[in-house]
């Protein structure tokens, strides 16, 4: 039961990123409190993990406070430089703030990956000599549902930052100047409420690589690199942008020269792999499960961490219909009936997994995994 509860707390916090990107706090506030009820759940039933438990629905209690007194943000609207008012962009970009609870622990296998992240992230934020000078940007890249988004997630909850989870799309707009002003307006917040990360994902949407780049794209492009230059905070005033890609290969020369520490976020290997597993079925029976088996699969299959974590969902939900033959009865679950409904598990069968694996296909071949190494091996940097 432990594993549904997860599966309905990830479920939650993905509709209250979801409400926090378009705007509406309101929503937002609810899915927080729906986190943390979740979490006060799972203390109950995991006493080894109380206290665990207990912090982090703490941690989701006070984000819905904050979000309580916060009016709706809508995107400016207009046709003109300037037509939204400086208000009108800042609650925008104030929406656009995430309070991140993931830990490193929660992310399976990336050991490299996340003690470089780490070191280069606290490397930025300390305390220095006016001589050294921090890092002002990190890249990500690889190929997709690696878990780049959950390294800065983990990165800004680690920290304590405030942490801007922004898409490009968030800030391209079809109006005139709109999209440098919300760059601007970003950078702006930021630095107030610094020590802050900006994470910016599929950045590779403001490259001049791209065929036909609209004329909005380079000014947004050269405001976001004249914000990374002209910035000279240090220590508790910092501000980090990281960045996201899953097309290294798209990015001109002038964004990459703004990110020195690009790091490659590759497949799992098959520690990873099976530390993924255990990390998607906790709370479940798996003594029966060839761990080892399952992660040798997943590696031949060339799948990515969110693809492992879609084989353990199916696997769950097989095990969850074969104990259950209920589920399948239509006319109760669209009854009151389905209030009274107790699931019953069973330990988890490599059966399962065998039915799951025929689901869960990778969008990936070994020639995409060749041009992301090769790309690693001629402009990685830091890696």
Same mark, same amino acid.
């Given at each position: 039961?432990?594993?549904?509860?997860?599966?309905?707390?990830?479920?939650?916090?993905?509709?209250?990123?979801?409400?926090?990107?378009?705007?509406?706090?309101?929503?937002?506030?609810?899915?927080?409190?729906?986190?943390?009820?979740?979490?006060?759940?799972?203390?109950?039933?995991?006493?080894?993990?109380?206290?665990?438990?207990?912090?982090?629905?703490?941690?989701?209690?006070?984000?819905?406070?904050?979000?309580?007194?916060?009016?709706?943000?809508?995107?400016?609207?207009?046709?003109?430089?300037?037509?939204?008012?400086?208000?009108?962009?800042?609650?925008?970009?104030?929406?656009?703030?995430?309070?991140?609870?993931?830990?490193?622990?929660?992310?399976?296998?990336?050991?490299?990956?996340?003690?470089?992240?780490?070191?280069?992230?606290?490397?930025?934020?300390?305390?220095?000599?006016?001589?050294?000078?921090?890092?002002?940007?990190?890249?990500?890249?690889?190929?997709?549902?690696?878990?780049?988004?959950?390294?800065?997630?983990?990165?800004?909850?680690?920290?304590?930052?405030?942490?801007?989870?922004?898409?490009?799309?968030?800030?391209?707009?079809?109006?005139?100047?709109?999209?440098?002003?919300?760059?601007?307006?970003?950078?702006?917040?930021?630095?107030?409420?610094?020590?802050?990360?900006?994470?910016?994902?599929?950045?590779?949407?403001?490259?001049?690589?791209?065929?036909?780049?609209?004329?909005?794209?380079?000014?947004?492009?050269?405001?976001?690199?004249?914000?990374?230059?002209?910035?000279?905070?240090?220590?508790?005033?910092?501000?980090?942008?990281?960045?996201?890609?899953?097309?290294?290969?798209?990015?001109?020369?002038?964004?990459?020269?703004?990110?020195?520490?690009?790091?490659?976020?590759?497949?799992?290997?098959?520690?990873? $792999?099976? /530390?993924? !597993? +255990?990390?998607?079925?906790? &709370?479940?029976?798996?003594?029966? #499960?060839?761990?080892? %088996? @399952? $992660?040798? /699969?997943? !590696? +031949?299959?060339?799948?990515? &961490?969110?693809?492992?974590?879609? #084989?353990?969902?199916? %696997? @769950?939900?097989?095990?969850?219909?074969?104990?259950?033959?209920?589920?399948?009865?239509?006319?109760? #679950?669209?009854?009151?009936? @389905?209030?009274?409904?107790?699931?019953?598990?069973?330990?988890?069968?490599?059966?399962?997994?065998?039915?799951?694996?025929?689901? @869960?296909?990778?969008?990936?071949?070994?020639?995409?995994?060749?041009?992301?190494?090769?790309?690693?091996?001629?402009?990685?940097?830091?890696?």
């Amino acid at each position: 039961m432990q594993s549904l509860h997860l599966s309905l707390f990830e479920e939650f916090k993905r509709k209250y990123e979801r409400a926090l990107g378009r705007g509406d706090p309101e929503a937002a506030r609810d899915y927080a409190l729906k986190c943390a009820r979740i979490l006060k759940a799972l203390a109950e039933k995991v006493p080894g993990k109380r206290e665990f438990y207990l912090e982090k629905a703490e941690s989701w209690e006070k984000a819905a406070r904050e979000l309580e007194a916060r009016p709706p943000s809508p995107v400016p609207q207009g046709n003109t430089r300037g037509a939204g008012s400086e208000d009108e962009y800042r609650t925008y970009v104030e929406g656009l703030i995430s309070t991140s609870t993931v830990t490193w622990n929660d992310i399976g296998g990336l050991h490299e990956v996340k003690k470089l992240l780490a070191q280069n992230v606290a490397l930025a934020f300390a305390k220095k000599p006016e001589a050294i000078k921090p890092w002002r940007g990190i890249l990500l890249f690889g190929p997709p549902g690696t878990g780049k988004t959950l390294l800065a997630s983990a990165a800004a909850g680690s920290l304590k930052a405030t942490f801007f989870n922004v898409k490009a799309s968030d800030v391209l707009s079809k109006y005139y100047g709109e999209s440098s002003k919300l760059i601007s307006v970003l950078y702006g917040v930021a630095k107030e409420k610094a020590p802050s990360i900006i994470f910016i994902d599929e950045v590779d949407a403001l490259s001049l690589k791209r065929e036909n780049v609209h004329e909005a794209t380079r000014r947004t492009l050269a405001t976001l690199l004249a914000e990374i230059d002209g910035f000279k905070g240090d220590g508790e005033k910092f501000v980090l942008t990281l960045v996201a890609t899953n097309t290294p290969w798209d990015l001109d020369e002038a964004l990459l020269s703004r990110f020195p520490v690009r790091i490659y976020v590759p497949l799992p290997d098959k520690e990873a $792999a099976r /530390e993924i !597993v +255990r990390i998607h079925t906790r &709370g479940l029976d798996t003594s029966r #499960l060839d761990l080892e %088996a @399952i $992660a040798e /699969e997943s !590696v +031949r299959r060339l799948y990515s &961490g969110r693809e492992i974590a879609n #084989l353990c969902s199916m %696997a @769950i939900h097989h095990m969850l219909e074969d104990v259950n033959p209920e589920l399948a009865d239509l006319e109760r #679950l669209s009854s009151a009936g @389905i209030k009274d409904l107790q699931l019953k598990v069973r330990p988890l069968e490599m059966e399962d997994f065998e039915i799951a694996f025929k689901k @869960i296909k990778s969008p990936l071949t070994k020639k995409d995994i060749e041009r992301y190494e090769k790309w690693a091996e001629e402009f990685g940097g830091r890696n």
